[in-house]
């Protein structure tokens, strides 16, 4: 859908779209590669496994995000 749009299909790409209205982004570990790309668009990136199978996928996922939310950013 985002290249039928004109844009990137990729966690960059999402990211390049987000970027003006967010300060962080999460992306998944599979996207590491893609992390200084991200973060030159101006935003801290959280890099995380992102797949939820259960609760307890869920719950570190949410405990990964919030640690990071609340950690400090650049100066």
């Known amino acids: 859908m985002l290249a039928s749009l004109g844009h990137e299909s ?3 790409g999402v990211a390049a779209i ?3 209205h967010t300060d962080i ?3 998944d570990m599979v996207d590491a590669g893609s ?5 030159g ?5 959280c890099v995380t ?5 259960d609760e307890a996928g869920r719950a570190r ?8 939310a ?5 100066s």
């Not at 496994?49 to 199978?53: E, F, H, K, P």
Request: proline content about 11%.
């Open 10 to 12: 990729s966690a960059r």
């Open 18 to 20: 987000l970027a003006p």
């Open 25 to 27: 982004f999460v992306l």
């Open 35 to 39: 992390e200084p790309s991200i973060a």
């Open 41 to 45: 668009l101006g935003v801290r990136t």
């Open 49 to 53: 496994d992102t797949i939820m199978a």
């Open 61 to 68: 996922l949410a405990t990964d995000i919030l640690g990071f």
């Open 70 to 74: 609340r950690s400090p950013g650049p």
